[in-house]
């Protein structure tokens, strides 16, 4: 029985624009980082909380 054969090269697939590609999840997983690093920094410099600091407490 033959075998076929298989091709040489793989096709370059675009990456898709919208809904869960790996450089979305990256970027968002990056501006979290950034958000919950500012949210100390408030914290820290204003020695109150975010929810006092919003005016929700």
């Known amino acids: ?3 076929q054969p ?3 090269i793989t096709p370059k ?3 898709p624009k919208f809904g869960f590609n790996e450089y979305a999840e ?3 997983g ?3 980082m950034i ?3 500012l949210i100390v920094v408030i914290e ?3 020695d109150k909380g975010v929810l ?3 005016g929700l407490r």
């Open 6 to 8: 298989q091709p040489s």
């Open 30 to 32: 990056r501006a979290a």
């Open 13 to 15: 697939l675009e990456e």
């Open 44 to 46: 820290y410099v204003t």
């Open 26 to 28: 990256r970027l968002n």
């Open 52 to 54: 006092t600091w919003l």
């Open 1 to 3: 029985m033959m075998t």
């Open 35 to 37: 958000g919950f690093l």
